[in-house]
């Protein structure tokens, strides 16, 4: 499967958990591709390659589709997130809420302050950043996101890799790269530079595509 | 010229104001490569492309490759952001200082609570999402960053279409597409969608590249 047929599935996958969330019972391929902003004819290409079959009357199921999507996502693993740096970012992660119907759980976040992880008023727990490899194993974690400043980005990562840790989002100006392990692209690094964006979007203004 | 070498070019600017900034003067194809991740023969092909030559010893000259770039980036044009929804992640992004080295300035807020856009304590002004077009106008403003929830992002987004904004960084979980304005894509939409992100790695970290 290409990267563009996942990003649609876990579009799908998510539509339909929507949709599961407010009464719906079957789904059409035109509604999902409404969701996932692409064509009827794509979900339809992606089912068939999926062997996900329709019936002729009244679309989908969703419970059925839930699971088949939910069973190719990975869905039966461990979801527990860390945040490694509670700055605004951090904070603004551990309290958004909109990661539970996908599965997420953000477990605990981490920070070098004193000040920081000792304040209870965080929605989850924040440990010292001595604890981290510690957490990781005894919450069974695999991905973390990294919200520090770019002067420690470096380190936190290094650190993460030695703990095994599987996947990484990153919100550090910095670019990280996955390391060769036992000759795999370890761990998986999603980079999310914002400034970067805002710069591209003022290129691309400039040149607007044709319709 | 192509998304890929876009992004690589935003990386180099991003890297040499860097350097400069702790006081260099001249850069080499290499360094510029390890900054943006890739290789220096790639960087030396882009330079070709954009007709940027070095010199045989010592390398490019930093002020030169900024002024090259940026009016490639297109910098001289105003770079004024507004965020619309200043909730935890619109609060973050406006107190947020790594835009600025970049030329990127957030010069205002927009919420619909009363509570938010009266109290004074926000680094940038706060306004009511009612004089939404007229702060747009009034501080030239050509790029939005959209935080607010599912439930009211396509509703902004259509007013922010209306009130003739070029570009629109979309954090809410709703995909926001570009219309057809005049023959063109517009306005120039980003969509992060962080629950998607993390999707996408967990699904990825089952099947690891080869190295």
Chains 1, 2 share one sequence.
Do not use: W
Not at 62 to 75: D, F, P, R
Not at 86 to 111: Q, T
Not at 120 to 147: F, G, K, Q
Not at 155 to 176: H, K, W
């Amino acid at each position: 499967m290409n990267s563009d047929m996942l990003v649609r599935i876990t579009r799908y996958y998510r539509a339909l958990n929507r949709l599961r969330s407010i009464g719906l019972e079957k789904v059409f391929a035109h509604n999902l591709a409404d969701a996932a902003g692409v064509s009827a004819a794509i979900v339809r290409k992606d089912f068939s390659i999926l062997e996900i079959h329709g019936q002729k009357r009244g679309g989908y199921e969703i419970v059925e589709l839930i699971a088949k999507l939910g069973s190719i996502l990975g869905k039966g693993n461990p979801q527990n997130v860390i945040v490694i740096g509670c700055g605004r970012i951090g904070k603004a992660l551990m309290h958004y809420s909109g990661f539970e119907p996908d599965g997420i759980r953000i477990v605990a976040g981490f920070d070098s302050d004193p000040l920081v992880y000792s304040d209870a008023s965080h929605p989850i727990p924040v440990y010292p950043l001595s604890r981290l490899e510690e957490v990781i194993e005894a919450m069974d974690v695999n991905v973390a996101i990294i919200t520090v400043p770019e002067s420690s980005a470096a380190d936190c990562y290094q650190r993460l890799v030695e703990a095994n840790i599987q996947g990484v989002l990153n919100f550090s100006p910095v670019t990280l790269k996955p390391q060769v392990i036992d000759g795999k692209l370890r761990p998986v690094v999603h980079n999310i530079n914002i400034a970067l964006e805002l710069e591209q979007i003022f290129y691309e203004i400039q040149y607007p595509k044709e319709a």
